[in-house]
């Protein structure tokens, strides 16, 4: 077994993974920015395992005022917001909102255009230093 860097020679083999996965989701564009680690696992020469890290943006929301003002202040920031990330780089920023909060603030969230994570899909977090 060899753990190695990515490179664009293995594109296809991981094309092939992919598709030969049968999971619903699309093929990632590697060659993004965004990826700023691909690590490889060959066995025999061959690539069979790729793990790849890509930048994306964890929203934070501190706010005050009434409901219907807080509101209308997160709607006049967020354009702002997502055009400041996308100036950046970033193409995709989540949010964790406790269920607690979830149950009324997700019907705003829609609202302001953004989306659940996909249904039967879990999210996991590691942190990278012990």
């Known amino acids: 077994m ?13 094309k ?6 049968r999971i619903d989701y699309k093929f990632p564009n590697l060659s993004s920015p965004l990826f700023i680690v691909r690590t490889v696992v060959e066995r025999d020469g061959v690539p069979t395992t790729l793990l790849t890290g890509k930048l994306d943006c964890e929203t ?6 009434t409901a219907a003002e807080r509101l209308e202040d997160i709607a006049a920031a967020q354009e ?3 055009a400041d ?9 989540y949010c964790g909102v ?3 909060v979830n149950r009324h603030f997700g019907k705003h969230m829609e609202r302001l255009g953004w989306e659940r994570g996909r249904d039967g899909w879990c999210n996991w977090f590691i942190n990278t230093v012990k």
């Open 60 to 65: 934070y929301l501190l706010t005050s005022g």
């Open 16 to 21: 092939r993974i992919h598709a030969d996965s």
């Open 80 to 82: 702002r917001f997502l």
């Open 2 to 14: 060899l753990v190695r860097p990515y490179t664009e020679a293995d594109l296809d083999a991981f």
């Open 98 to 100: 406790p269920a607690s």
């Open 85 to 93: 990330l996308w100036e950046k780089g970033i193409d995709n920023c």
